[in-house]
Nanobody, 117 residues
Framework: QVYLVESGGGLVQAGGSLRLSCIAS????????MGWYRQGPGNQREMVAT???????NYADSVKGRFTISRDHAKNAVFLQMNNLKPEDTAVYYC???????????WGQGTQVTVSS
C-alpha cells in the first residue's frame, strides 16, 4: 500500500505562483510514474503533468510553459511548480503514483488551488 500526502495548495491571484508537494510512503517500492491531476468544478479529472522514473514528462497543453513537474526520488516526492496561474487553473489537485508491478494508480486526497482574477 502506498499513501500520498499533498501540500501547497491555496489561494493566489492570477499571475501568481504556487508549488505543490506530494510525499509517497508505504511498503511499495515499485512506483514508476508520479504526477498531478486536477478536477475543477463540474469538470472531469484531467492529467496535468506526469514524470516517470526515466525522466519522461507529459504535460497538459493548457499548462505547458507555465507548470513544471519534478521529483526527488530519495524523498519519494513529486512537486508541481505552477507559475503564471490563471483562473481556469482553479481545481482540486490530486497527486498520483503508478505502481508498475501491479499496474495500479494510487491517489492523494487532493489539495485545493484557487486562482482569483
Amino acid at each position: 500500500q502506498v499513501y500520498l500526502v499533498e501540500s501547497g495548495g491555496g489561494l493566489v491571484q492570477a499571475g501568481g505562483s504556487l508549488r505543490l508537494s506530494c510525499i509517497a510512503s508505504g511498503d511499495r517500492f515499485s512506483i514508476n510514474t508520479m504526477g498531478w491531476y486536477r478536477q475543477g468544478p463540474g469538470n472531469q479529472r484531467e492529467m496535468v503533468a506526469t514524470l516517470s522514473n526515466g525522466g519522461r514528462t507529459n504535460y497538459a497543453d493548457s499548462v505547458k510553459g507555465r507548470f513544471t513537474i519534478s521529483r526527488d526520488h530519495a524523498k519519494n516526492a513529486v512537486f508541481l511548480q505552477m507559475n503564471n496561474l490563471k483562473p481556469e487553473d482553479t481545481a482540486v489537485y490530486y497527486c498520483n503514483a503508478f505502481d508498475r508491478e501491479y499496474e495500479y494508480h494510487y491517489w492523494g486526497q487532493g489539495t485545493q488551488v484557487t486562482v482569483s482574477s
